[in-house]
């Protein structure tokens, strides 16, 4: 785990690669003063950057690490790991039924919604190890939060 002091720098670099992602965008599409060709990259090096800061948020340890923080990074992880398997399980159910029923498959909104569910041309899709770090990071920040509220109305 990383000290503390290094949680600041994670949501630096998030801040830095979206305000980043939106000037570039800006610069390559309304003001062409960077090549529309160099959009790609430019998107890709900040959503680098962005996971990057997510992944050094998701490694700094609390500013008051003890056991009950253990436990509940143990219990984030294990949900995370039930939503992953459900949404594998869910995924390939539909899968196994939209290549059962080839006409329902050929619908527009049915195809796109099956590319989303699992991650086929979309890099951040629900197979996306990305995506679970931030469901991690989300259920891990939503128990702090509960247990750090719980604590207050205890000592009140």
Same mark, same amino acid.
């Given at each position: 785990?990383?000290?503390?002091?290094?949680?600041?720098?994670?949501?630096?670099?998030?801040?830095?690669?979206?305000?980043?992602?939106?000037?570039?965008?800006?610069?390559?599409?309304? &003001?062409?003063? !960077?090549? #529309?060709?160099?959009?790609?990259? !430019?998107?890709?090096?900040?959503?680098?950057? &962005? /996971?990057?800061? +997510?992944?050094?948020?998701?490694?700094?340890?609390?500013?008051? =690490?003890?056991?009950?923080?253990?436990?509940?990074?143990?219990?984030? +992880?294990?949900?995370?790991? $039930?939503?992953?398997?459900?949404?594998?399980?869910?995924?390939?159910?539909?899968?196994?039924?939209?290549?059962?029923?080839?006409?329902? $498959?050929?619908?527009? /909104?049915?195809?796109?919604?099956?590319?989303?569910?699992?991650?086929?041309?979309?890099?951040?899709?629900?197979?996306?190890?990305?995506? $679970? +770090?931030?469901?991690?990071? +989300?259920?891990?920040?939503?128990?702090?939060?509960?247990?750090?509220? #719980?604590?207050? =109305?205890? #000592?009140?």
């Amino acid at each position: 785990m990383l000290p503390y002091r290094f949680r600041k720098y994670g949501y630096g670099l998030i801040i830095a690669s979206v305000l980043s992602l939106v000037l570039g965008l800006l610069m390559a599409n309304v &003001f062409e003063i !960077i090549p #529309q060709t160099h959009t790609r990259f !430019i998107s890709m090096v900040m959503y680098l950057l &962005f /996971f990057l800061g +997510i992944f050094v948020i998701v490694m700094t340890e609390e500013k008051d =690490e003890d056991e009950m923080i253990d436990s509940i990074r143990r219990r984030s +992880i294990a949900t995370t790991a $039930y939503i992953a398997f459900g949404l594998f399980m869910l995924t390939n159910l539909l899968m196994s039924i939209l290549h059962g029923f080839r006409n329902l $498959y050929s619908m527009p /909104f049915v195809s796109s919604l099956v590319t989303v569910l699992t991650g086929n041309g979309i890099s951040c899709g629900f197979r996306s190890v990305d995506a $679970y +770090i931030i469901i991690y990071l +989300i259920i891990f920040r939503i128990s702090i939060w509960k247990m750090r509220r #719980q604590c207050k =109305e205890d #000592q009140a």
